[in-house]
């Protein structure tokens, strides 16, 4: 298993990996410039390269996204996807979801804690953090970043590279355009416009 990242998201993805009893080998994958001289993170190979990636692909092409930020997460999919990788979803068996009309995408991140309730879609590539909670009738496309405690209420629709903040709550019905930032522990009580970041209580535009 190839986990795209070698941080600190990374490192809580080999805590769920490992508390799922997965058995086979685990790589991880850095391509960045802090990674250039490294060969190893954690004690496991590191793959600082595409060239050095293909090969374990080839043997198991399977990889999981191991950052957090909605950009990379997408560029990441995009690079190894194209060397020959499949993405996969790793979902905590200590998260909790729903039994009735969950539609759940592939390459997601669901954490330790995260509840996913009933009739809720997830897209591709999306990050459900630790201790998040969605409820009723979400919609969240693709590459979002929901970081840990944040609450979406019912019937709320999420775009696609949204950043939702730690602890954050957006309020029933609520529409978030694509590629909006919503700040640590704001509350967001009306619709939000695609690109740009809101804060507080209740959320406004950043100055």
Same mark, same amino acid.
């Given at each position: 298993?190839?986990?795209?990242?070698?941080?600190?998201?990374?490192?809580?993805?080999?805590?769920?990996?490992?508390?799922?009893?997965?058995?086979?080998?685990?790589?991880?994958?850095?391509?960045?410039?802090?990674?250039?001289?490294?060969?190893?993170?954690?004690?496991?190979?590191?793959?600082?390269?595409?060239?050095?990636?293909?090969?374990?692909?080839?043997?198991?092409?399977?990889?999981?996204?191991?950052?957090?930020?909605?950009?990379?997460?997408?560029?990441?999919?995009?690079?190894?996807?194209?060397?020959?990788?499949?993405?996969?979803?790793?979902?905590?068996?200590?998260?909790?979801?729903?039994?009735?009309?969950?539609?759940?995408?592939?390459?997601?991140?669901?954490?330790?804690?995260?509840?996913?309730?009933?009739?809720?879609?997830?897209?591709?590539?999306?990050?459900?953090?630790?201790?998040?909670?969605?409820?009723?009738?979400?919609?969240?496309?693709?590459?979002?970043?929901?970081?840990?405690?944040?609450?979406?209420?019912?019937?709320?629709?999420?775009?696609?590279?949204?950043?939702?903040?730690?602890?954050?709550?957006?309020?029933?019905?609520?529409?978030?355009?694509?590629? #909006?930032?919503?700040? #640590?522990?704001?509350?967001?009580?009306?619709?939000?416009?695609?690109?740009?970041?809101?804060?507080?209580?209740?959320?406004?535009?950043?100055?």
């Amino acid at each position: 298993m190839l986990l795209a990242g070698a941080g600190g998201h990374s490192i809580e993805l080999l805590g769920i990996l490992l508390d799922n009893q997965y058995a086979g080998k685990i790589y991880f994958f850095d391509d960045s410039p802090n990674a250039a001289n490294a060969s190893t993170y954690e004690g496991y190979p590191l793959l600082n390269s595409i060239e050095k990636a293909i090969p374990v692909l080839q043997m198991d092409p399977e990889f999981i996204l191991a950052v957090g930020k909605p950009i990379h997460r997408k560029i990441m999919d995009q690079k190894l996807s194209a060397a020959g990788g499949k993405l996969v979803s790793l979902i905590s068996k200590r998260s909790s979801i729903g039994d009735y009309r969950v539609e759940l995408a592939t390459g997601l991140n669901i954490m330790t804690g995260a509840v996913i309730t009933n009739r809720i879609q997830v897209g591709r590539g999306t990050l459900v953090h630790i201790h998040c909670s969605i409820h009723h009738d979400v919609v969240i496309g693709d590459y979002c970043e929901l970081s840990p405690g944040c609450r979406l209420l019912g019937k709320v629709k999420l775009g696609s590279g949204i950043s939702v903040g730690a602890g954050a709550i957006v309020l029933p019905g609520v529409k978030i355009g694509d590629d #909006a930032v919503i700040g #640590a522990g704001a509350v967001v009580t009306q619709d939000v416009q695609g690109g740009i970041t809101v804060m507080g209580i209740p959320a406004r535009m950043r100055a």
